[in-house]
């Protein structure tokens, strides 16, 4: 797999340190972009691993992605979890027919 440069390395953990001490990043955000294989794979992305190619904008470019990408997958999800507890809630209503059916039919017989 290939590896972000030495130097493209250095750019971008200036810069997100700068970034973090400015108060521009949270601690967790700073965190993130500096040990995610998601960020460095998204720094490969944007720089082409060329560090000419970054800029101090990149890693909040960087960041907007992940946030981007996350909320797509938490939609998703969402989307899934709907679909289940739909499938459930049907289910449910099914097995309650055929209980109430089931009971009626048993009245009969004690009758």
Do not use: C
Request: glycine share 2%.
């Amino acid at each position: 797999m290939l590896k972000p440069s030495s130097e493209l390395i250095k750019k971008y953990l200036s810069e997100i340190e700068n970034l973090r001490s400015n108060a521009n990043i949270s601690e967790e955000d700073y965190i993130l972009l500096r040990d995610s294989f998601v960020a460095e794979n998204l720094l490969l992305e944007t720089t082409h691993n060329d560090p000419d190619r970054f800029s101090p904008k990149t890693p909040l470019e960087i960041l907007e992605k992940i946030r981007q990408e996350g909320f797509k997958e938490y939609l998703k999800e969402r989307e899934e979890h709907e679909k289940t507890k739909k499938e459930l809630q049907r289910e449910k209503e099914e097995k309650k027919k055929f209980y109430d059916l089931w009971g009626k039919g048993q009245k009969k017989f004690l009758i």
